[in-house]
């Protein structure tokens, strides 16, 4: 078994944050490790648990081609001796595609190319049970680690947090990293939300998060009654980006020293300082949850020709 140590929480120095009363925190995530990094560790990790107790063969889990959770998956099976198996959506790729396939297959993970009209039954339990005829005595692990221990996996992250907090800031993609945060938090704290995916209805993703782990709904509702969604910073949805948020992303990496990546934690932290900006989050502890996601950055620095992290 596999047990990272903790990661550290760091203060970053603004004088504009100062002016408005706000200390910002940021929970390093990004640090736990090159490629398990990030809220990827968290959703693993009991799911590895799990494989390992039960004796199974290893992990089988989905992705598209720039995933992170599949080079997650590959590196964290590799280093308990488990197999993993990839199923990778677009049937044109192969494992030469891009830096994340080759380091997959580095890992030792069996990459499976499929259509997207195949892979858009990644959740379907008769699908899992034809993946497995082939592949019998793996655990089926869904895409992005989004499943009842992996939203544990998180929880314990508020645990490693010292002292007292106002608020939490978290990008959110199948909503797993936020559910499992929102489980930890005291009554009084808050949490925001910055969903990556344009048009996505957070609220009703993680009631279907929360419902599989059988809370009662006044415990949802509670816990929802938390939870500020901030569905404005998606810059044009799932994997887009813009010139503005790049440069926002270079500047954070000028000042701080720290990379946030184009898909996730730049839109977060983007959202952060806006919504400082409007006097919004005056006089608070702010703790930001860095879930890592550089390994595919390298990619957008490609495609653009501008290194955000020079
Ligand atoms: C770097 C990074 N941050 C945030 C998220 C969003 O997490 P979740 O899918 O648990 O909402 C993801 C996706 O898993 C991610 O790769």
Redesign the pocket.
């Known amino acids: 078994m596999i047990d990272l140590e903790k990661s550290v929480t760091q203060q970053i120095e603004s004088t504009f944050l100062k002016e408005r009363g706000i200390e910002l925190f940021i929970k390093r995530d990004d640090l736990l490790h090159s490629e398990i990094s990030?809220?990827?560790w968290r959703?693993l990790k009991f799911n590895l648990d799990k494989c390992v107790h039960q004796k199974n063969a290893g992990i089988l889990t989905f992705g598209g081609a720039y995933s992170?959770?599949l080079v997650a998956a590959a590196a964290a099976c590799a280093s308990v001796g488990l197999k993993s198996i990839g199923i990778v959506r677009g049937e044109e790729l192969n494992s030469k595609s891009n830096g994340t396939l080759v380091r997959c297959e580095e890992y030792g993970m069996e990459l499976q190319f499929i259509s997207r009209e195949e892979y858009s039954l990644r959740n379907e339990r008769y699908y899992h049970e034809e993946l497995l005829l082939e592949s019998s005595n793996f655990l089926v692990v869904p895409e992005?680690?989004?499943n009842y221990l992996?939203m544990i996996g998180?929880q314990e992250l508020i645990s490693e947090i010292d002292g007292d907090f106002d608020s939490i800031f978290?990008?959110?993609?199948?909503?797993?990293?936020?559910c499992g945060l929102a489980l930890g938090l005291d009554e009084d704290q808050k949490m925001y939300v910055v969903p990556?995916l344009k048009g996505f209805n957070s609220f009703e993703e993680m009631n279907s998060l929360f419902n599989k782990a059988a809370l009662s709904q006044e415990a949802i509702d509670q816990i929802e009654n938390q939870i500020v969604v901030c569905d404005q910073y998606h810059f044009g949805g799932y994997g887009k980006c813009t010139q503005e948020l790049l440069e926002f992303i270079h500047d954070f990496h000028t000042n701080h020293r720290i990379k946030l990546?184009p898909?996730?934690?730049g839109k977060a932290m983007y959202a952060l300082m806006d919504l400082a900006k409007s006097g919004t989050l005056d006089n608070q502890k702010i703790i930001f949850i860095h879930?890592?996601?550089i390994q595919?950055s390298q990619s957008i620095i490609d495609k653009t020709g501008f290194n955000f992290y020079s």
Do not use: R
């Open positions: 990030g809220n990827k959703k992170n959770h992005g680690g989004a992996g998180c978290v990008a959110q993609g199948t909503t797993t990293t936020s990556t990546d898909v996730y934690t879930t890592g996601g595919g």
